[in-house]
């Protein structure tokens, strides 16, 4: 057989037919559910008469409607509260591998819980009805997100149609400066490709650059390849991805442990593998990022100025950097530096995990937030990453700098719940969308790493967290 | 789903790259467990000087004058011009949902985000790709001529303009045969049952771990 990259492998072992355009049926493995994509394919299954094909393929928490705080009220917006108990009736009613409902101890953004509870394994295919479901592919899984129609179709069939994308391997060579993180990575391979860069691919990160991120941090750049276009990121197992696996909760044990992990191990690209496009970048060279504008390709380092419209010779662009100039607040040329921030977000399925909590920790240490910030949410991934910090003192340390430190949510990632940013208000936050009214009617976002996220609470304003 | 043949609808033009789905419909009208009903929201942050909320009486809030649904002479349309990247942002069906329920059935732009380009078809909105070159003569015959309407033939896979310039657009044939008979893809996948049910099966034997 011809050499197969990752995602070759993972493609053919899935097929279960393929017609005559190329379309085929893709087996899955996995299906993750949350409340807000999935009450309509539960009553399209339901009005069909229809029943799911193996219940024990789901695994489901509420995670975007739910509140960051009272949880003793319960959900207090009726609507919101509406959609959760309807994942309760449908969870109940059609069964799961597993649920981890509103309250739960393992409540979660499901990105953050998929891996967490070893739901997410290597070489599985796993969809759910998210666009960021492009995180799980840090497992060497073939994971994307789908619409609510696909949803109901996995439901009923364990299959996707689906058409295969082509092979995109973007390396990162050398290693990071230190104060740059998984998340500086993400934000320059799109500013660097664009939004639109990976439409159509599914994108390898390859390189001892990548090598060398914990699987948390693969985790937050294979969530950020949506953002680049592309449906898919994968980053290929090796000892890490195992070690990480090993003992939770719906992780093979035993005897089957052996022949997966044995398995696993497999799941990389052939060294003579073909990619019909490849982008290098030196990791070295990458410095801390911040968004100015109102898509994520709009990015420059910390130490850049907001772009100048008149020097961008295309039109469509132009008008596009003028839009999110003015949609911004920001004026051609400030420093992003001097840029002063109102909110700071510190969450997300991007970047809500332990070490995340523990980079902003280490930054915030001792110091306090900036007067003229009036709010930093911290708020976990999940309960057991919460847990999980304030076994490591690290809510204290967020508390004493005048932080709140939150229950686990999607939160102000996109302001389902009542987290949210006010018309004009700006801010730092560690989620993956800078859209406009993405946090909020108005709200302005600038997209950067947690460290950089606390850097810039501390300080008031945009600032380099390696000199900090 | 809605069957797709052939259309002569008025086209709007919307000027602008990077469209994503969080401003094709907002998230707070995502708390809805219903299908439909999304129209009168759709760009609700765009086409509203006022905030939204779910359950608001569209008739009783007030429309912006500058955007461009909003604008008499593209009143009624069903073919929404866009730039690249129409649709990037978030999974939610939401947004074909309520492109649909507003009355569009088609949408042309030089480049799709892929999870709402496959969306569109699950709802009988065909999308359609063309050239870059193509997209910008559209964008200024639309601007200069009121009443501007585009023919759509899924079926021969083109598009003509009231000049009789018409160019032709890329379907799979699986798509186009669901849109154009307006199938139930279930149905149709359901078909294959026995070789789902095979191939699960070597799966269990060989991957035990995957079924625990
Ligand atoms: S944290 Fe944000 S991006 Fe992630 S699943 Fe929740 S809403 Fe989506």
């Given at each position: 057989m011809s050499a197969q990259t990752l995602y070759d492998k993972l493609w053919s072992s899935h097929v279960v037919h393929e017609g005559s355009d190329g379309t085929v049926l893709l087996y899955i493995d996995r299906h993750l559910v949350h409340e807000v994509t999935s009450p309509q394919a539960y009553e399209g299954l339901k009005l069909a008469g229809r029943t799911p094909w193996r219940s024990d393929s789901v695994v489901a928490t509420a995670d975007?409607?739910?509140?960051?705080?009272?949880?003793?009220?319960?959900?207090?917006d009726p609507v919101s509260r509406q959609q959760v108990e309807t994942l309760d009736a449908n969870i109940a009613h059609f069964g799961a591998r597993a649920y981890f409902p509103f309250r739960d101890a393992a409540q979660g953004i499901v990105h953050v819980m998929g891996p967490e509870q070893g739901a997410t394994l290597p070489g599985m295919t796993v969809v759910c009805g998210?666009?960021?479901?492009?995180?799980?592919?840090?497992?060497g899984a073939l994971a994307f997100g789908i619409g609510t129609s696909e949803v109901e179709h996995v439901l009923a069939t364990q299959c996707l149609v689906a058409k295969k994308a082509r092979n995109m391997r973007v390396c990162v060579t050398g290693e990071l400066a230190a104060g740059v993180t998984a998340k500086d990575v993400a934000l320059a391979v799109i500013g660097r490709i664009?939004?639109?860069?990976?439409?159509g691919y599914t994108i390898e990160f390859a390189g001892s650059a990548i090598r060398g991120l914990s699987m948390e941090g693969r985790m937050t750049l294979c969530n950020m390849a949506i953002e680049a276009g592309a449906r898919a990121g994968l980053v290929a197992v090796d000892q890490k991805t195992i070690d990480y696996v090993a003992g939770r909760p719906l992780a093979p044990k035993a005897d089957a442990w052996a022949r997966a992990s044995a398995y696993w191990a497999t799941l990389v690209s052939d060294p003579d593998a073909h990619f019909d496009h490849e982008v290098v970048l030196d990791g070295a060279e990458i410095e801390p990022q911040v968004t100015w504008g109102t898509s994520p390709e709009m990015v420059l380092p910390i130490g850049a100025k907001v772009p100048d419209p008149r020097a961008e010779p295309d039109a469509t662009r132009r008008a596009g950097i003028e839009r999110a100039l003015a949609y911004m607040g920001l004026d051609a040329n400030t420093p992003l530096a001097e840029i002063p921030v109102d909110k700071v977000f510190i969450g997300s399925c991007t970047n809500s995990r332990i070490e995340d909590l523990r980079a902003a920790a280490a930054v915030v240490r001792g110091r306090r937030k900036a007067d003229s910030v009036t709010q930093v949410l911290v708020v976990p991934g999940s309960g057991l990453v919460k847990a999980q910090a304030e076994a490591e003192g690290l809510d204290r340390i967020f508390l004493a700098a005048g932080f709140e430190w939150r229950e686990p949510g999607c939160s102000m990632c996109l302001a389902m719940n009542a987290d949210r940013l006010e018309p004009g208000e700006r801010c730092a936050s560690t989620s993956n969308r800078n859209f406009e009214g993405r946090q909020g009617q108005g709200g302005r976002t600038h997209l950067v790493s947690p460290a950089m996220a606390t850097a810039a609470a501390i300080a008031g304003h945009f600032v380099d967290v390696r000199t900090f | 789903m809605k069957a797709f043949t052939t259309l002569d609808g008025l086209v709007c033009p919307l000027?602008?790259?990077?469209?994503?789905t969080d401003a094709i419909i907002p998230k707070q009208f995502l708390k809805s467990i219903k299908r439909s009903g999304f129209g009168p929201n759709l760009f609700d942050e765009w086409r509203y000087l006022d905030h939204g909320e779910p359950g608001m009486d569209p008739s009783s809030r007030r429309p912006n004058p500058d955007f461009v649904l909003n604008q008499p002479r593209y009143r009624g349309a069903q073919v929404l011009l866009g730039r690249e990247n129409f649709g990037c942002g978030s999974s939610r069906e939401h947004a074909p949902w309520a492109l649909e329920d507003y009355g569009f059935r088609v949408v042309i732009a030089p480049s799709f985000a892929d999870i709402f380009f496959n969306n569109c078809y699950k709802n009988g909105v065909l999308p359609i790709v063309l050239d870059a070159a193509v997209v910008e003569t559209l964008f200024a015959e639309c601007f200069a001529h009121e009443g501007y309407t585009l023919h759509v033939d899924l079926a021969l896979q083109r598009v003509t303009a009231p000049s009789g310039a018409s160019w032709a657009f890329d379907i799979t044939g699986h798509r186009k045969d669901c849109l154009l008979k307006g199938l139930d893809e279930i149905g149709l996948t359901l078909h294959h049952a026995d070789a789902i049910r095979a191939f699960e099966e070597r799966r269990r034997i060989e991957q035990p771990w995957l079924f625990a």
């Open positions: 975007h409607n739910t509140p960051t705080d009272h949880w003793e009220r319960g959900i207090v998210d666009s960021h479901t492009s995180t799980h592919g840090a497992f664009g939004t639109a860069g990976g439409t | 000027d602008r790259a990077n469209v994503d």
